[in-house]
């Protein structure tokens, strides 16, 4: 691309015009004339006047753009303004225009376009200072710029008649769109936006390149306008030939993403540290939990066992009571029968002492008194047993009244129906009548003259075996049975223990439901059986495994489809999740498990997690319904119901391969079923098991009914049973038989003693005198066993006390006993995971045989087991919240210093929280930063590969390539008398092989991106080095340091040192770094070259078919030779293909002539009319030359020249001669 056409409008002092351009360009006239006026207006299209790209008025030495020791500098707006020796033509607000027409040369593709830029200026007052201000800026791009169509200056500078007025900025937008079409015309507000799209143009692009680029380009044009000596070549070749690749964003990334990844790194060391304490809190807290329990059992068995030692103590001591008791009452029947005996021989010795009086009558009549004395003896004990018959008696009424009562109750009847029925309720109502309207009055009977009323006792006698009878066949038909059939009160037995059983079953099953609420209350899920069990069995056996439930990680977050999805899964909610490397050995042990236990299932979830990372699931799945705190639970389910769909009816169902609707009906395997789940077996969140506690609790109230009326029944049916057990048969006949012979017996001796004559009698000495012996004997025993008795009955009292201090002591203890199970059935409720019921019943069986010392030891060490452990617990959690995120602190609350019940409830509390948030961080948290983690490092791999190392490698071969080329042009140029040639060279800085040859190493390592990253890639020691040191680099704290070094490793530029050589055939190439000896044009000619190889680097002359092939020089050629000048030309505009516009005074040009092709002759004179505060103007001369006719003209005059110094050097000689 060149520049066809420049329009320049207010710009300096020229004239608002056009200016045509051909390949070579010439800007003459005096010093102050407005040539370089001219060239700054090209330069500030080409770099839109950007800070650090351009410097106005470049041909003036040591100038700047930044007015260094208070030199005033040219600006846009003073350019704008028309500012000259610091008055102004224009003094009011101006806008002013520069507009370049560029169109691509033979051999390019470009379309040619045009550059705008517009500005507005305005004059600052201050004092008496004036200072000319920008006001607005504005650039435009205007495409499809054909001959008949481009941008001119009538466009810009509008005739209305009157007068020809400049388009204002405001309205330069909208005119442009009319002329050329919107889609023609791009505006662009920053300059770096005008810049990129600018240098796109250049290239023939439809876009703009990249900033770097651009500014590259505009600083290396505005670079080569004037002539500067190059301070060092090695810099020059690398900051302005070889373009510098703009890694800093790539950089800044990988640190980014280095920085992320060991940010995530600490993350999860941070987890994993967290993970692990509260892994040891948890077995601190667990290991309270059953210390405690431990703890509670043994204070319990050791109350069962002082219990069992009292009660054991009160039945020894009872029994040496009855043992006494026994001993006193057997030496009360021997002292009595010894009484007896001695009063025997007593009597014999009277009688004796009688017949040695002789008195024989009266032997008779004592021994028939004798035999009065046994009957009224018989007939008392008689009438005892009487009494007692009476009591049974009168047993038999009140229980034949309750029995009357209880067969009232419909508990009763409900409780046995067939038993109870019509003929039992006849007979009973038979007997009761009867004992009603026979009634017997045995005290009455008691209390009369027995032996003078033997027919009252006769009549009484019939009456009451009638009774007796009656009373048998009643005792028969519910004690006894009749015949061969059983009793009733076995039927009523069996029927008892039936209801019992039914009793302890539905206890049984009240018990279990009240667990399960009491879980629920807890928000924990009463599992199945088997699944319980195969918990217990994993944890027994594998305590690392981590054995978890499904139902307790997943929450159904849309509650409408709760049930059907719940019920679809089934038996799968209860899943066992364990850790992967031991899912094997669960399985094995759950196979292993008697009965039911074996049929848990254990997910597989390193399996899941592979297939659920290849699923796509659809938006209608019911995954998409739920929420999970466990990686494994979510994988789970994904890969194995993430393919059913919720959909809203049976119509969409049956065309659903795997479906579930709200009403729970559910398809698949090309069939469709209900689903359906009572509420009270939702398990899935908190929410279903809130719903499952009120169903179950529901559930439990009506199984407290069921249970309320069997005891009911039960109890009742006991109280009849009981009714019946106090019936016996009745013996009142007998013994009224028994007292009517006794009565007659006793009128018989009456009569025989009455009859008994006194006068007969005989004597026995000797006799009478044995039987005083005998019973002095007698008397002495008596007297023996008396003393016995007074002793045994002072140790009955010893005893006796003995015993009530033992039953104090027993009811004390085994009130302990019942407060320690309350206390262990407190702490059920706290922790339902304890079977209380088996615990008991082994406490009991060991506190019989218990060895208190041992047991009381055990306790102690139980205890300090608690105190280690609360320590311990406490430690753990105090580190662990130190460390840990706001939302994963665990509460604890100091510890008080008391080891209750209160204490066990907190931890408790403390342990299902420490569960919840390591089962979040473990299984959730730390498995999603886990892939996180390796995302970001196979990402920073490819970055790090990509972005750093293959760009790196590529610029250093590219910028080779480049030099290479820049030498396969040099060659075939030769310049000046010496026939010198120019090459660039370079060479390897140590440092920076070391890094080039890490960087070759990464990229040709076939391991990276198969599955291996940078950080595990197997490298050599010295790229292990460098690996690390850049590691360090991109982590650094210091990010602004540590940017710096790393864009300093990453350009590309920094690995070679570069030189130019100058060669001239026959002597030893001179580096141009150490060359000072040469004259001015020798040095001005390399600067030329090498700019010139600067320019086309910048320009991308390598890359495409269009670029910018036009430059600018001020004060060209100042210290060249003609002949040295015309070969640089020669090669800027031939071999290098680019438009050359160049700046001479008047006196200077005229050895070029012949190769210009426009001159624009600039000259500053006087005006007529003052121009704002000036009195001179501006003219521009254009010409287009002829350049054979030049050449020809200059070919001639050389001649004449030649001719005429021929002529005077000749006439010199003749002169002299």
Same mark, same amino acid.
């Given at each position: ?107 390019? #593709? ?96 439809? #876009? ?45 990334? @990988? ?33 309270? @939990? ?244 195969? @918990? ?510 790393? #864009? ?170």
């Amino acid at each position: 691309m060149y520049l066809k056409k420049l329009i320049l409008v207010n710009w300096g002092n020229l004239p608002s015009s056009e200016f045509e351009f051909g390949p070579l360009n010439l800007f003459s006239g005096g010093n102050g004339s407005g040539k370089t006026t001219a060239a700054d207006a090209i330069q500030t299209l080409m770099t839109a006047a950007h800070e650090n790209l351009f410097q106005f008025n470049p041909g003036q030495d040591e100038t700047t753009q930044r007015g260094r020791g208070g030199k005033k500098v040219r600006t846009l707006a003073s350019y704008i303004l028309g500012c000259d020796d610091g008055s102004f033509a224009r003094l009011n607000p101006t806008d002013g225009y520069i507009a370049g027409v560029f169109h691509p040369t033979d051999n390019e #593709d470009g379309s040619p376009f045009t550059a705008i830029l517009a500005v507005r200026a305005y004059i600052e007052k201050s004092a008496n200072h004036k200072l000319a201000k920008q006001d607005s800026l504005q650039f435009y791009i205007l495409n499809n710029q054909y001959p008949d169509q481009e941008l001119s200056l009538d466009h810009l500078v509008l005739n209305l008649g009157q007068g020809k007025s400049v388009l204002t900025l405001e309205n330069c937008h909208t005119s442009l769109i009319q002329k050329f079409g919107n889609r023609n015309v791009e505006k662009y507000d920053t300059k770096r936006a005008y810049l990129r799209r600018l240098y796109g143009a250049f290239r023939g692009r439809k #876009d703009a390149v990249p900033e770097s680029e651009a500014l590259n380009s505009a600083k290396a044009f505005s670079r080569f306008m004037a002539y500067k000596p190059v301070q060092s070549i090695d810099r020059f070749v690398s900051e302005e030939i070889l373009e510098k690749k703009d890694l800093g964003e790539a950089i800044r990334s @990988i640190s980014g993403q280095l920085k992320t990844i060991h940010g995530m790194e600490r993350d999860a060391a941070r987890l994993k540290d967290s993970i692990e304490l509260l892994s040891q809190a948890r077995e601190q807290s667990q290991n309270y @939990i059953d210390t405690w329990s431990r703890f509670q059992f043994q204070e319990y068995t050791l109350a069962q066992h002082d219990y069992i030692k009292r009660q054991q103590d009160y039945v020894g001591n009872k029994n040496q009571q009855i043992e006494c008791q026994d001993t006193i009452n057997s030496h009360q029947q021997s002292i009595a029968i010894t009484r007896e005996r001695r009063e025997q021989i007593h009597e014999q010795r009277v009688s004796l002492e009688a017949q040695r009086l002789g008195v024989a009558a009266l032997q008779e009549k004592d021994e028939l008194s004798k035999k009065v004395k046994e009957q009224e003896s018989k007939l008392t004990r008689l009438a005892q047993v009487l009494m007692q018959e009476d009591k049974q008696l009168q047993t038999t009424v009140q229980v034949s009244q309750q029995m009357s009562g209880l067969l009232k109750n419909n508990l009763l009847l409900q409780a046995a129906p067939d038993l109870l029925e019509n003929d039992a309720l006849r007979q009973h109502k038979a007997f009761v009548q009867f004992l009603k309207s026979d009634a017997l009055d045995i005290q009455a009977l008691l209390g009369k003259d027995i032996l003078n009323d033997i027919q009252m006792l006769e009549r009484q006698l019939d009456s009451v075996r009638t009774l007796q009878s009656q009373q048998h066949d009643w005792t028969n038909f519910w004690v006894h049975g009749k015949g061969q059939s059983q009793s009733i009160l076995k039927l009523l037995n069996t029927r008892f223990s039936r209801l019992e059983m039914e009793y302890e079953r539905i206890a049984r099953e009240r018990a279990s439901k009240q667990k399960e609420i009491e879980r629920l209350g807890q928000l924990q899920v009463s599992y199945p059986d088997y699944v319980r069990r195969a @918990i217990e069995a994993i944890e027994n056996a594998l305590p690392q495994a981590d054995p978890r439930v499904l139902c307790d990680h997943v929450e159904v977050v849309q509650p409408e489809w709760q049930a059907a999805i719940e019920g679809y899964l089934g038996g799968a909610r209860y899943s066992i999740i364990v850790e992967p490397d031991y899912e094997a050995d669960a399985i094995r042990i759950i196979r292993n498990l008697p009965g039911r236990a074996s049929k848990a299932r254990v997910i597989q979830g390193e399996k899941a997690l592979r297939d659920a990372e290849r699923l796509t699931i659809d938006e209608n799945s019911i995954i998409n319904t739920l929420s999970f705190d466990h990686a494994t639970a979510k994988n789970y389910l994904i890969a194995s119901y993430g393919a059913v769909l919720c959909v809203a009816d049976t119509e969409e169902l049956r065309m659903t391969r795997r479906g579930v609707t709200r009403e729970c009906l559910a398809s698949g395997n090309y069939s469709m079923w209900r689903c359906d789940m009572d509420e009270s077996d939702l398990v899935f969140g908190v929410e279903a098991r809130k719903r499952a506690t009120v169903a179950k609790q529901s559930e439990l109230d009506r199984i407290t009914q069921q249970w309320q009326a069997v005891n009911d029944k039960m109890q009742a049916l006991g109280e009849f049973i009981r009714c019946i057990e106090q019936v016996k048969h009745l013996n009142l006949a007998d013994v009224l038989a028994q007292m009517l012979s006794c009565h007659r017996e006793l009128q018989k001796l009456e009569n025989l003693i009455n009859q008994i004559d006194l006068d007969d009698h005989g004597e026995l000495e000797q006799k009478l005198s044995e039987l005083k012996a005998q019973e002095e004997k007698l008397r002495e025993e008596e007297d023996f066993l008396i003393k016995q008795v007074g002793q045994l009955e002072e140790k009955q009292s010893s005893l006796k006390r003995m015993v009530a201090r033992i039953a104090d002591e027993q009811d004390a203890t085994q009130s302990h006993v019942e407060t320690c199970e309350t206390a262990l059935r407190a702490m059920v409720e706290i922790w339902p995971k304890i079977d209380i019921d088996a615990e008991l019943e082994l406490a009991d069986q060991q506190a019989a045989g218990l060895d208190r010392k041992l047991a009381l030891e055990q306790k102690d060490a139980l205890e300090q087991q608690l105190h280690s452990a609360e320590r311990k617990l406490d430690e753990y959690i105090r580190q662990h919240n130190q460390n840990a995120m706001p939302g994963d602190a665990v509460p604890y609350d100091t510890f008080s210093g008391n080891y209750n019940l209160h204490l066990f409830k907190t931890i408790c509390s403390i342990q299902r929280q420490m569960d919840s948030i390591f089962n979040r961080l473990k299984n959730n948290i730390l498995v999603e930063k886990h892939g996180q983690l390796s995302k970001l490092k196979e990402s920073f791999n490819n970055a790090f590969v990509s972005n750093l190392c293959h760009s790196i490698h590529q610029a250093i071969n590219d910028g080779k390539r480049q030099i290479e080329m820049l030498n396969h042009e040099l060659k075939f140029h030769k310049f000046g008398d010496d026939r010198e040639t120019f090459r660039f060279d370079f060479e390897w800085l140590p440092e920076y092989k070391e890094y080039s040859k890490f960087f070759e190493e990464i990229i040709r390592n076939p391991e990276l991106g198969d599955g291996q990253t940078l950080f595990d890639a197997n490298l050599t020691k010295t790229s292990i080095r460098v690996r690390d040191r850049l590691m360090t680099m991109l982590l650094d704290e210091d990010e602004d340091k540590a940017l710096r070094e790393l #864009d300093r490793i990453a350009d590309y530029r920094n690995y070679h040192r570069y030189e130019i050589y100058k060669e001239v055939a026959g002597k030893t190439p001179i580096a141009l770094s150490e060359y000072g000896t040469g004259s001015g044009g020798q040095l001005e000619t390399p600067a030329y070259i090498i700019r010139a190889a600067a320019i086309t680097s910048a320009f991308r002359f390598s890359e495409g078919k269009s670029h910018l092939r036009m430059v600018l020089v001020d004060e060209a050629f100042s210290k060249m030779d003609e002949t040295r000048s015309r070969e640089v030309i020669q090669y800027l505009t031939q071999s290098l293909g680019l438009q050359l516009v160049f700046i001479m005074p008047t006196s200077k040009c005229g050895p070029y002539m012949d190769l210009i092709t426009n001159e624009f002759v600039y000259a500053k004179c006087p005006s007529s009319v003052p121009r704002g505060e000036l009195q001179t103007r501006v003219l521009v001369d254009r010409k287009v030359c002829n350049q054979e006719q030049i050449k020809a003209l200059w070919e001639s005059h050389r001649n004449t020249i030649y001719q005429q110094a021929e002529l005077d050097f000749m006439q010199s000689f003749a002169i002299d001669s």
